[in-house]
Antibody
Framework: QVQLQESGPGLVKPSETLSLTCAVS?????????WGWIRQPPGKGLEWIGS???????YYNPSLKSRVTISVDTSKNQFSLKLSSVTAADTAVYYC?????????????WGQGTMVTVSS | DIQMTQSPSSLSASVGDRVTITCQAS??????LNWYQQKPGKAPKLLIY???NLETGVPSRFSGSGSGTDFTFTISSLQPEDIATYYC?????????FGQGTKLEIK
């Protein structure tokens, strides 16, 4: 079955760039679907960050757009998130997910999530 | 952005109870609404899509209804494994937005 797995540093310094990767298994990204990133600050709700298609087309949450880059590597069957100029407010669990029904619609398969703390 | 408001924020109920959560959108979203279940320390799980369609493998005690701005999520007979936080999410307009969550506890 389709599985997603996030990876990346758990600690990032303020003003630096957060970088995460989501490895997809059980399905070839090149075959279709959209793929997204969602985050959840400790004890808080869910915030969609952005989504990407295998062609590389992206859409970002306007609230984060100036700092976000999502890219896809079909040869490695993975997609990545970069968030620049991080602050403590970016501390959160970051999830990657399959965006099933189109751009930013229904997230039906999720990774387990990875906690990223922004601190010096 | 479309604001999604859930009520209540928390709910305590007994096993076997019928549980209802509501979600209100700040503007008409047709039926472009999902419901997710999140257990502590776990990723959210999609339960219902398009307001009323049950995701494959989800027990039939879960259901959803509504359209426009007002939506309802129901558990017909609460089970101990249903303890979780539930979120609604709209995808009529970008960016997709989530409700603040409803934490469900066993009485």
């Amino acid at each position: 079955q389709v599985q997603l797995q996030e990876s990346g540093p758990g600690l990032v310094k303020p003003s630096e760039t957060l970088s995460l990767t989501c490895a997809v298994s059980g399905y070839s990204i090149s075959s279709g679907y959209y793929w997204g990133w969602i985050r959840q600050p400790p004890g808080k709700g869910l915030e969609w960050i952005g989504s990407i298609y295998h062609s590389g087309s992206t859409y970002y949450n306007p609230s984060l757009k100036s700092r976000v880059t999502i890219s896809v590597d079909t040869s490695k069957n993975q997609f990545s998130l970069k968030l620049s100029s991080v602050t403590a407010a970016d501390t959160a669990v970051y999830y990657c997910a399959r965006d099933r029904d189109g751009f930013a619609t229904s997230f039906d398969i999720w990774g387990q999530g990875t906690m990223v703390t922004v601190s010096s | 952005d479309i604001q999604m408001t859930q009520s209540p924020s928390s709910l305590s109920a007994s096993v076997g109870d019928r549980v209802t959560i509501t979600c209100q959108a700040s503007q008409d979203i047709s039926n472009y609404l999902n419901w997710y279940q999140q257990k502590p320390g776990k990723a959210p799980k999609l339960l219902i899509y398009d307001a009323s369609n049950l995701e494959t493998g989800v027990p039939s005690r879960f259901s959803g209804s509504g359209s426009g701005t007002d939506f309802t999520f129901t558990i017909s007979s609460l089970q101990p494994e249903d303890i979780a936080t539930y979120y609604c999410q709209q995808y009529d307009n970008l960016p997709p937005t989530f409700g603040q969550g409803t934490k469900l506890e066993i009485k």
